[in-house]
C-alpha cells in the first residue's frame, strides 16, 4: 500500500496529504535525520542506493528519511533506522529542527546517538543503502569540502550545524 506524505505550511503544521510523485517543488514535507558518532569521535555515513530517486549514490547522514501519513518524527526515526541499518531498541536524543529549501523543501528532525559498534554490527537494507563507514569528523568535513559532488547537497549544512 501506497503511503501519502504529509504536507506542512511554513509552522510545521499538516495542511493535506500528497503521494509522493505528486509533490510539487513548492510543497513542505517532512523528513528525519539520524548523527551517529563514536566515543572516538568518528561519524557514521551511509551512501544512498543507486536505485533512489533523489541523490542516488550520494553520502549523508547514518539514516534519513521521509515522514509519512500517521507517523511523528520519531516513529519515523525509529523505523528508518531498523529498515535501513538494522538498529533497534537504542533511544535517540532530540536534536535541531531545521527547514531546508532548495530542489526539495522539507523540515528535517535531527536525532543523535552516540554508539561504539563495528561496521558489522548494522545490517544494510540493499534498496535503502549502498554502503556504509565510520569516518573521522576532521577528514569528513575536507572531503565534503573536496569532493562536495560525492554528497547530498545539504552536507556542508549538516557538517556546520554539528560541528560548530
Not at 71 to 99: C, M, Q, R
Not at 126 to 143: F, R
Request: some cysteine; aromatic content about 10%.
Amino acid at each position: 500500500m501506497k503511503l501519502k506524505i504529509p504536507i506542512v505550511n511554513e509552522n510545521d503544521n499538516i495542511i493535506g496529504y500528497k503521494y509522493r510523485e505528486d509533490i510539487l517543488p513548492t510543497d513542505i514535507y517532512r523528513v528525519t535525520a539520524l548523527w551517529i558518532t563514536n566515543s572516538g569521535g568518528d561519524v557514521l555515513i551511509t551512501q544512498r542506493s543507486f536505485n533512489k530517486s533523489h541523490d542516488p549514490g550520494k553520502w549523508h547522514p547514518a539514516v534519513s528519511g521521509t515522514v509519512e501519513q500517521g507517523e511523528t518524527y520519531d516513529g519515523n526515526i525509529i523505523k528508518e533506522a531498523e529498515e535501513e541499518l538494522g538498529i533497534k531498541g537504542v533511544e535517540f536524543k532530540l536534536g535541531p529542527k531545521v527547514k531546508r529549501g532548495g530542489k526539495h523543501i522539507h523540515f528535517t528532525q535531527w536525532y543523535l546517538c552516540i554508539m561504539d559498534k563495528p561496521i558489522s554490527y548494522f545490517k544494510i537494507q540493499p534498496s535503502e543503502v549502498a554502503d556504509i563507514k565510520w569516518m573521522p569528523l576532521k577528514s569528513l568535513v575536507n572531503d565534503v569540502k573536496e569532493n562536495p559532488d560525492k554528497y547530498v547537497v545539504s552536507a556542508p549544512q549538516w557538517i556546520k550545524q554539528f560541528t560548530s
